[in-house]
């Protein structure tokens, strides 16, 4: 990794590791075809953002995919959606930070965790049946 690589990235965790507030940011859902700027900031599905261009995958939990519904058919996608507002509602109306690993998942995304007034995400969306613990949780949105 060259330096000013990893110089970005250390000021990309100082940046978002401070609390935000709602009123920061006003979260919506990507819209379909929306072009990859320097400045996208949206929810992509419960467990994927961009913010300020970045596209972040979240750790330790998985939702259900808002386009392919790779295995739940209607089912995936109403759950999918579901995720995916959640998190935009979480996002407008409680404190959150969001700290950044370091490391790149598939896709080129960075991966991160998302603290809602201290909880991970994760957990929240897992106890209200919206995703489930990754890499060992089943899919169960399949059956």
């Known amino acids: 990794m060259n330096a000013i690589l990893l110089i970005s990235l250390i000021a990309m965790v100082v940046t978002f590791a401070s609390p935000a507030t709602a009123r920061d940011i006003n979260w919506e859902k990507c819209r379909p075809g929306q072009p990859n700027t320097s400045d996208k900031t949206c929810v992509v599905d419960g467990d994927t953002i961009w913010i300020e261009g970045i596209n ?8 259900p995919e808002p386009q392919s519904q790779i295995c739940g058919g209607e089912r995936e996608k109403v ?3 579901q995720a995916s507002d959640r998190l935009v509602e979480l996002l407008n109306t409680r404190s959150w930070e969001l700290a950044l690993s370091g490391e790149q998942g598939s896709y080129g995304r ?3 965790t998302i603290l809602i ?4 995400v ?3 969306l897992v106890a209200e049946g919206l995703a489930r613990w990754w890499p060992d949780g089943e899919e169960w949105w399949c059956n």
């Open 110 to 112: 960075e991966i991160g």
């Open 122 to 124: 994760g957990e929240i």
């Open 79 to 81: 759950l999918a959606d």
């Open 56 to 63: 972040v995958r979240m750790e330790g939990y998985d939702t």
């Open 117 to 120: 007034e201290g909880i991970d």
